[in-house]
Nanobody
């Protein structure tokens, strides 16, 4: 089993940056691909970024390409999401999730474990 806890959310002005962290428990963290999702009020949850076991392959949603960077540190059982040039459209609850796949997973139903989420609010 993998348990995950997100941190780093908060309130930031448009154009600002935040770095989210997701600390995972469990010895097999490195055996999971990881993803960051977000869900805004009255909108469906969407995949923002995903990363493979080793970090060698990465996926970004078009809406965040060039602004967000996903990374992982398997020695620390942690993944990160560096978010730059934030805009009000990025306001959402952000979740990290783990999938038992080698490469990154793009479907939410592929993800087996989820964190509780952290709120990101971007003011204009």
């Amino acid at each position: 089993q993998v348990r995950m806890v997100e941190s780093g959310g908060g309130l930031v002005q448009a154009g600002g940056s935040l770095r989210l962290s997701c600390a995972a428990s469990g010895r097999t963290f490195s055996s999971y691909s990881m993803g960051w999702f977000r869900q805004a009020p009255e909108k469906e949850r969407e995949l923002v970024a995903a990363i493979s076991w080793t970090g060698s392959t990465i996926y970004y949603a078009n809406s965040v390409k060039g602004r967000f960077t996903i990374s992982r540190d398997n020695a620390k059982n942690t993944i990160y999401l560096q978010m730059n040039s934030l805009n009000p459209g990025d306001t959402a609850v952000y979740f990290c999730a783990a999938a038992r796949t080698y490469t990154y997973a793009t479907g939410s139903d592929e993800y087996e474990y989820w964190g509780q989420g952290t709120q990101v609010t971007v003011s204009s």
